[in-house]
């Protein structure tokens, strides 16, 4: 599974999904503006707009909040103004960690990050500190409504490379030229994705246990916590087994 999908299915499990905090529709609109600023507010020619929309649609984010985020975002409204940062950092045991985030003041959010990374054992890095250990990929989540046959046939054969099992959910993976045309091929075949967005997936895991498992699931759940942060990925690994004893401790 790869380092992204992992953490996905770890919040899942640990029931820190952004939804059950408010947090989600937050980081929905910020995409959202940030999306239109860059690309204008006719979806049909900015497919990162056409995503983010079709993701707050999934959150049942009303109507009128999706327009005054594009509005915002063309500056038809007064708003903030986002800009993308990525920060890189590493985690105990060597891990390292991509952060995305979206902010209106770096100075601030920079900070913050880093007393994150200070405060659970690990330390925010320069450009390049982490970026090497990922791959960028398309990512895919699609409700169990659709078969494993169904994901064979359709996406595979539009393009993914690979597929998961998250619990509730599919995780595809593709290239992130193939993003699009997997998305369109699910479509045509009856299957909403839940969301898709290109992701930064880990190329080679590195397994942890016992303190360090618990370290760096705290710090990846502080990150993702913050309000200006919208992804985070990360390249450990931690067994069902483990997973299932912090969740006891």
Do not use: C
């Amino acid at each position: 599974m790869s380092g992204h999908s992992k953490w996905a299915t770890i919040k899942h499990k640990k029931g820190a999904l952004d939804a059950k905090r408010g947090k989600l529709f937050t980081k929905l609109i910020k995409e959202i503006t940030v999306a239109a600023r860059m690309g204008g507010a006719d979806q049909a020619g900015n497919s990162r707009l056409r995503k983010a929309v079709a993701d707050a649609k999934g959150q049942s984010m009303p109507g009128d909040t999706i327009q005054r985020a594009i509005k915002r975002g063309t500056g038809e409204l007064e708003g903030a103004a986002y800009e993308e940062v990525v920060y890189e950092g590493k985690g105990p045991n060597g891990t390292l960690i991509l952060v995305d985030a979206l902010t209106d003041n770096r100075n601030r959010t920079v900070a913050e990050i880093r007393k994150i990374f200070e405060k659970h054992n690990g330390s925010l890095g320069s450009a390049g500190t982490a970026g090497w250990a990922f791959d960028r990929k398309g990512l895919v989540t699609v409700g169990k409504e659709a078969s494993e046959d169904q994901l064979m046939e359709v996406a595979v054969g539009a393009g993914a490379e690979d597929y998961q099992d998250a619990g509730d959910e599919w995780h595809l993976t593709t290239p992130a030229d193939a993003l699009n045309r997997v998305v369109e091929a699910l479509e045509k075949a009856g299957i909403k994705p839940r969301s898709s967005a290109l992701a930064h997936i880990a190329k080679v895991k590195k397994p942890l246990a016992g303190r360090d498992a618990e370290v760096a699931l705290n710090l990846a759940e502080a990150l993702d916590d913050h309000d200006d942060v919208q992804n985070v990925y990360a390249d450990f690994d931690i067994s069902e087994d483990e997973l299932s004893r912090i969740q006891a401790s």
